[in-house]
């Protein structure tokens, strides 16, 4: 059974940054494609960035593109999403997960039905 463990959430005040961290509990973490989503309350589970199982292409969404990024340490078997000059709309439970074949586009990456594994979430607050 594959786990995959966040940490790192927590309370920052709007321009600030926080970083998660995501680990595999089972295999290589380079073996899987890996992604980065959110859930705010009321609202649907939205693609916040991913990256390739090779790390040669990142995905992200517009309202984070220039302000996230998805670094990864192989060695350390970790994915990062590094979050900087927070806004309050950032506020959600952000999740790790993780695939053995996405198909290659970026439009399936975006898509959190082909990601067959997820972690717990960690809260992430965005203070005004």
């Known amino acids: 059974q594959v786990q995959l463990v966040e940490s790192g959430g927590g309370l920052v005040q709007a321009g600030g940054s926080l970083r998660l961290s995501c680990a595999v509990s089972r295999g290589t973490f380079s073996m899987y494609d890996r992604g980065w989503f959110r859930q705010a309350p009321g609202k649907e589970r939205e693609f916040v960035a991913a990256i390739t199982r090779s790390g040669g292409s990142t995905y992200y969404a517009d309202s984070v593109k220039g302000r996230f990024t998805i670094p990864t340490d192989n060695a350390e078997n970790m994915v990062y999403l590094q979050m900087n000059s927070l806004k309050p709309e950032d506020t959600a439970v952000y999740y790790c997960?993780?695939?053995?074949?996405?198909?290659?586009?970026?439009?399936?990456?975006?898509?959190?039905?082909?990601?067959?594994?997820w972690g717990q979430g960690t809260q992430v607050t965005v203070s005004s």
């Open positions: 997960a993780a695939s053995l074949s996405i198909p290659v586009g970026s439009t399936y990456y975006r898509d959190l039905a082909h990601y067959g594994y």
